[in-house]
T-cell receptor, first 113, second 113 residues
Framework: AQSVTQPDIHITVSEGASLELRCNYS??????LFWYVQSPGQGLQLLLK??????LVQGIKGFEAEFKRSQSSFNLRKPSVHWSDAAEYFC???????????FGQGTRLTINP | KAGVTQTPRYLIKTRGQQVTLSCSPI?????VSWYQQTPGQGLQFLFE???????NKGNFPGRFSGRQFSNSRSEMNVSTLELGDSALYLC????????????FGPGTRLTVL
Protein backbone atom coordinates (compact mmCIF):
# COMPACT_ATOMS: atom_id res chain seq x y z
CA ALA A 1 0.00 0.00 0.00
CA GLN A 2 1.14 3.53 -0.68
CA SER A 3 2.04 5.32 2.53
CA VAL A 4 4.00 8.25 3.89
CA THR A 5 5.69 8.22 7.29
CA GLN A 6 6.97 11.12 9.30
CA PRO A 7 8.57 9.40 12.30
CA ASP A 8 8.84 12.50 14.48
CA ILE A 9 5.56 13.87 15.80
CA HIS A 10 7.16 16.77 17.66
CA ILE A 11 10.63 18.29 17.45
CA THR A 12 12.07 21.10 19.54
CA VAL A 13 15.17 22.97 18.43
CA SER A 14 16.87 26.14 19.58
CA GLU A 15 16.79 29.24 17.44
CA GLY A 16 19.82 29.26 15.16
CA ALA A 17 20.27 25.49 15.30
CA SER A 18 20.05 23.24 12.27
CA LEU A 19 16.95 21.23 11.49
CA GLU A 20 16.18 17.98 9.74
CA LEU A 21 12.66 16.58 9.42
CA ARG A 22 12.35 13.03 8.20
CA CYS A 23 9.97 11.60 5.63
CA ASN A 24 9.79 8.09 4.19
CA TYR A 25 7.37 6.72 1.64
CA SER A 26 6.34 3.32 0.43
CA UNK A 27 5.92 3.03 -3.32
CA UNK A 28 7.44 1.02 -6.16
CA UNK A 29 8.35 3.95 -8.39
CA UNK A 30 9.49 7.53 -7.79
CA UNK A 31 6.47 9.61 -6.89
CA UNK A 32 6.04 13.36 -6.80
CA LEU A 33 7.34 14.63 -3.46
CA PHE A 34 6.39 17.76 -1.55
CA TRP A 35 6.89 19.51 1.76
CA TYR A 36 4.17 21.82 3.04
CA VAL A 37 4.05 24.00 6.14
CA GLN A 38 0.95 24.91 8.13
CA SER A 39 0.82 27.69 10.68
CA PRO A 40 -2.01 27.71 13.24
CA GLY A 41 -5.33 28.61 11.66
CA GLN A 42 -3.80 28.68 8.20
CA GLY A 43 -3.92 26.52 5.12
CA LEU A 44 -0.89 24.72 3.73
CA GLN A 45 1.96 26.54 2.05
CA LEU A 46 4.27 24.72 -0.35
CA LEU A 47 7.93 24.81 0.70
CA LEU A 48 9.42 22.73 -2.11
CA LYS A 49 8.80 19.89 -4.52
CA UNK A 50 10.67 17.13 -6.32
CA UNK A 51 9.67 15.40 -9.52
CA UNK A 52 12.94 14.30 -11.11
CA UNK A 53 16.49 15.41 -11.79
CA UNK A 54 18.81 16.86 -9.18
CA UNK A 55 18.05 15.10 -5.90
CA LEU A 56 18.77 18.18 -3.79
CA VAL A 57 16.01 20.75 -4.16
CA GLN A 58 15.86 24.27 -2.82
CA GLY A 59 12.69 25.80 -1.53
CA ILE A 60 11.39 28.96 0.03
CA LYS A 61 12.39 30.36 3.43
CA GLY A 62 15.84 28.77 3.24
CA PHE A 63 14.61 25.16 3.26
CA GLU A 64 16.05 22.36 1.17
CA ALA A 65 15.26 18.68 0.80
CA GLU A 66 17.16 15.68 -0.48
CA PHE A 67 15.59 12.75 -2.29
CA LYS A 68 17.30 9.42 -1.62
CA ARG A 69 15.87 6.70 -3.81
CA SER A 70 17.69 3.86 -2.00
CA GLN A 71 16.10 4.90 1.30
CA SER A 72 12.72 6.03 -0.11
CA SER A 73 13.27 9.24 1.83
CA PHE A 74 12.75 12.94 1.25
CA ASN A 75 14.11 14.73 4.31
CA LEU A 76 13.69 18.45 4.86
CA ARG A 77 16.59 20.53 6.17
CA LYS A 78 17.37 24.07 7.21
CA PRO A 79 20.83 25.16 8.38
CA SER A 80 19.61 27.73 10.90
CA VAL A 81 16.05 27.99 12.15
CA HIS A 82 14.23 31.19 13.07
CA TRP A 83 11.46 31.59 15.63
CA SER A 84 9.05 32.17 12.76
CA ASP A 85 9.68 28.61 11.53
CA ALA A 86 7.57 27.23 14.38
CA ALA A 87 4.71 25.45 12.64
CA GLU A 88 3.57 22.01 11.52
CA TYR A 89 5.35 20.45 8.58
CA PHE A 90 3.82 17.89 6.26
CA CYS A 91 5.51 15.63 3.80
CA UNK A 92 3.21 14.74 0.91
CA UNK A 93 3.49 12.29 -1.92
CA UNK A 94 1.63 12.28 -5.21
CA UNK A 95 1.51 8.68 -6.39
CA UNK A 96 -0.71 9.48 -9.37
CA UNK A 97 0.14 13.10 -9.98
CA UNK A 98 0.27 16.18 -7.83
CA UNK A 99 -3.50 16.57 -7.53
CA UNK A 100 -4.08 13.57 -5.26
CA UNK A 101 -1.71 13.75 -2.33
CA UNK A 102 -1.05 11.33 0.48
CA PHE A 103 0.20 13.17 3.54
CA GLY A 104 2.36 12.11 6.42
CA GLN A 105 1.04 12.67 9.94
CA GLY A 106 2.99 15.88 10.27
CA THR A 107 5.83 17.06 12.50
CA ARG A 108 5.18 19.91 14.88
CA LEU A 109 8.23 22.13 15.21
CA THR A 110 8.81 24.19 18.35
CA ILE A 111 11.60 26.76 18.50
CA ASN A 112 13.30 27.57 21.81
CA PRO A 113 14.55 31.15 22.10
CA LYS B 1 -3.34 37.23 -7.92
CA ALA B 2 -5.96 36.16 -5.41
CA GLY B 3 -5.42 32.86 -3.64
CA VAL B 4 -7.84 30.02 -3.06
CA THR B 5 -10.85 31.18 -1.10
CA GLN B 6 -13.17 29.03 0.96
CA THR B 7 -16.51 29.92 2.45
CA PRO B 8 -17.64 29.85 5.11
CA ARG B 9 -14.56 29.80 7.33
CA TYR B 10 -16.42 28.39 10.32
CA LEU B 11 -19.57 26.33 10.55
CA ILE B 12 -21.47 24.66 13.37
CA LYS B 13 -24.03 21.98 12.58
CA THR B 14 -25.86 19.26 14.48
CA ARG B 15 -25.86 15.54 13.81
CA GLY B 16 -28.10 14.49 10.96
CA GLN B 17 -27.96 17.81 9.16
CA GLN B 18 -26.25 18.37 5.85
CA VAL B 19 -23.68 20.99 4.92
CA THR B 20 -22.28 22.57 1.77
CA LEU B 21 -18.82 24.09 1.61
CA SER B 22 -17.59 26.29 -1.21
CA CYS B 23 -14.21 26.76 -2.83
CA SER B 24 -13.08 29.32 -5.41
CA PRO B 25 -9.79 28.34 -7.05
CA ILE B 26 -7.01 30.60 -8.22
CA UNK B 27 -7.87 32.20 -11.54
CA UNK B 28 -6.82 29.91 -14.38
CA UNK B 29 -6.71 26.79 -12.23
CA UNK B 30 -9.00 24.04 -13.42
CA UNK B 31 -8.33 21.28 -10.90
CA VAL B 32 -9.83 21.44 -7.41
CA SER B 33 -9.10 18.89 -4.70
CA TRP B 34 -10.64 18.54 -1.27
CA TYR B 35 -9.00 17.23 1.89
CA GLN B 36 -10.21 16.52 5.40
CA GLN B 37 -7.89 17.28 8.31
CA THR B 38 -8.54 15.83 11.76
CA PRO B 39 -6.24 15.35 14.77
CA GLY B 40 -6.71 11.59 14.65
CA GLN B 41 -6.55 10.81 10.94
CA GLY B 42 -4.47 13.72 9.72
CA LEU B 43 -4.89 15.00 6.19
CA GLN B 44 -6.90 12.74 3.94
CA PHE B 45 -7.80 13.17 0.30
CA LEU B 46 -11.52 13.34 -0.41
CA PHE B 47 -11.81 13.91 -4.16
CA GLU B 48 -10.56 15.93 -7.10
CA UNK B 49 -12.53 17.64 -9.84
CA UNK B 50 -11.27 18.73 -13.21
CA UNK B 51 -13.39 20.29 -15.94
CA UNK B 52 -16.56 19.54 -13.95
CA UNK B 53 -15.72 15.82 -13.71
CA UNK B 54 -14.58 13.87 -10.70
CA UNK B 55 -11.14 12.63 -11.67
CA ASN B 56 -9.96 11.06 -8.40
CA LYS B 57 -11.71 9.86 -5.29
CA GLY B 58 -10.52 8.95 -1.81
CA ASN B 59 -11.90 6.38 0.62
CA PHE B 60 -14.81 8.26 2.10
CA PRO B 61 -18.44 7.15 2.36
CA GLY B 62 -21.03 8.28 -0.15
CA ARG B 63 -22.26 10.91 2.29
CA PHE B 64 -19.38 13.01 1.02
CA SER B 65 -19.94 14.38 -2.45
CA GLY B 66 -18.78 17.25 -4.55
CA ARG B 67 -19.20 19.04 -7.79
CA GLN B 68 -17.46 21.58 -9.94
CA PHE B 69 -18.99 24.34 -12.00
CA SER B 70 -17.99 25.63 -15.41
CA ASN B 71 -16.05 28.50 -13.80
CA SER B 72 -14.00 25.89 -11.85
CA ARG B 73 -15.58 26.81 -8.52
CA SER B 74 -16.30 23.74 -6.46
CA GLU B 75 -18.62 22.71 -3.67
CA MET B 76 -18.54 19.73 -1.39
CA ASN B 77 -21.54 18.41 0.44
CA VAL B 78 -21.76 16.20 3.49
CA SER B 79 -25.14 14.68 4.23
CA THR B 80 -26.37 13.14 7.46
CA LEU B 81 -23.57 14.66 9.50
CA GLU B 82 -21.87 12.59 12.19
CA LEU B 83 -19.79 13.79 15.12
CA GLY B 84 -16.70 12.36 13.42
CA ASP B 85 -17.16 14.71 10.49
CA SER B 86 -15.92 17.57 12.64
CA ALA B 87 -12.75 18.65 10.87
CA LEU B 88 -10.94 21.29 8.91
CA TYR B 89 -11.86 20.91 5.25
CA LEU B 90 -9.19 22.16 2.90
CA CYS B 91 -9.59 22.95 -0.75
CA UNK B 92 -6.64 23.10 -3.13
CA UNK B 93 -6.41 24.19 -6.74
CA UNK B 94 -3.89 23.60 -9.48
CA UNK B 95 -3.50 23.89 -13.21
CA UNK B 96 -4.12 20.91 -15.46
CA UNK B 97 -0.72 19.19 -15.64
CA UNK B 98 -0.10 16.28 -13.24
CA UNK B 99 3.10 18.05 -12.17
CA UNK B 100 1.37 21.29 -11.26
CA UNK B 101 1.47 21.71 -7.51
CA UNK B 102 -1.59 22.44 -5.43
CA UNK B 103 -2.27 25.74 -3.70
CA PHE B 104 -4.35 25.46 -0.57
CA GLY B 105 -7.06 27.66 0.83
CA PRO B 106 -7.39 28.54 4.53
CA GLY B 107 -10.00 25.86 5.11
CA THR B 108 -13.48 25.63 6.55
CA ARG B 109 -13.69 24.56 10.18
CA LEU B 110 -16.77 22.35 10.59
CA THR B 111 -18.00 21.47 14.06
CA VAL B 112 -20.75 18.88 14.41
CA LEU B 113 -22.61 18.87 17.73
Amino acid sequence: AQSVTQPDIHITVSEGASLELRCNYSYGATPYLFWYVQSPGQGLQLLLKYFSGDTLVQGIKGFEAEFKRSQSSFNLRKPSVHWSDAAEYFCAVGFQGAQKLVFGQGTRLTINP
Amino acid sequence: KAGVTQTPRYLIKTRGQQVTLSCSPISGHRSVSWYQQTPGQGLQFLFEYFSETQRNKGNFPGRFSGRQFSNSRSEMNVSTLELGDSALYLCASSRLNPRDEQFFGPGTRLTVL
